[in-house]
T-cell receptor, first 115, second 117 residues
Framework: KAGVTQTPRYLIKTRGQQVTLSCSPI?????VSWYQQTPGQGLQFLFE???????NKGNFPGRFSGRQFSNSRSEMNVSTLELGDSALYLC??????????????FGPGTRLLVL | AQSVTQLGSHVSVSEGALVLLRCNYS??????LFWYVQYPNQGLQLLLK??????LVKGINGFEAEFKKSETSFHLTKPSAHMSDAAEYFC???????????????FGQGTILTVHP
């Protein structure tokens, strides 16, 4: 089975721009979670989508949004980029059917640099 | 709210020595517990997890961890370190039930393991 894929792998943007990141989950998985990883704050949960619905979200401003399509692929969008948004953005997929005990399978991440 | 503390942001061992990475959680109800490893420029890979049952959990690459409820700990060990074990290790927890359990892992700050020849 193919793993979780994320595109693009690297991205450079300037402050004020917006960006869209994409995540394709493992085939058959219906849940996609997004995380931000920075040296200062570590790994932080952004939100989770299951069957095109957001089921859970972390404590991030409204500039961070996401969506999920009927094929379970997910996108996250960050509007009005700030320097502090520079980070590795990871997505993870799971079946979404077993709650907190499920294993999440992570993609390689998208590294975003905001100048 | 849950929290996870990993004692020691950097751990250095010699090849063949015992690896011990510490993790403590703070939660009124014992959560599900996970250890992940991250190699440079890669995503996270699951090493092992504890959900229910036997408190000593064996994972991949010779790692194991023991859930100790009385100590709210879930330390990761490996009897003999290998050079290929050099990476960053993350302890994580998730809620057992409810809306906050969906797709959300709460991570510790990570421990970078260095293995010396």
């Amino acid at each position: 089975k193919a793993g979780v894929t994320q595109t693009p792998r690297y991205l450079i943007k300037t402050r004020g721009q917006q960006v869209t990141l994409s995540c394709s989950p493992i085939s058959g998985h219906r849940s996609v979670s997004w995380y931000q990883q920075t040296p200062g704050q570590g790994l932080q949960f952004l939100f989770e989508y299951f069957s095109e619905t957001q089921r859970n979200k972390g404590n991030f401003p409204g500039r961070f949004s996401g969506r999920q399509f009927s094929n379970s692929r997910s996108e996250m969008n960050v509007s009005t980029l700030e320097l502090g948004d520079s980070a590795l953005y990871l997505c993870a997929s799971s079946t979404g059917l077993a709650g907190g005990l499920e294993t999440q399978y992570f993609g390689p991440g998208t590294r975003l640099l905001v100048l | 709210a849950q929290s996870v503390t990993q004692l020691g942001s950097h751990v250095s061992v010699s090849e063949g020595a015992l690896v011990l990475l510490r993790c403590n959680y703070s939660s009124s109800v014992p959560p599900y517990l996970f250890w992940y490893v991250q190699y440079p420029n890669q995503g996270l890979q699951l090493l092992l997890k504890y959900t229910t049952g036997a408190t000593l959990v064996k994972g991949i690459n010779g790692f194991e961890a023991e859930f100790k409820k009385s100590e709210t700990s879930f330390h990761l060990t490996k009897p003999s370190a290998h050079m290929s074990d050099a990476a960053e290790y993350f302890c994580a927890v998730s809620d057992r039930a409810g809306g906050t359990s969906y797709g959300k892992l709460t991570f510790g700050q990570g421990t970078i393991l260095t293995v010396h020849p």
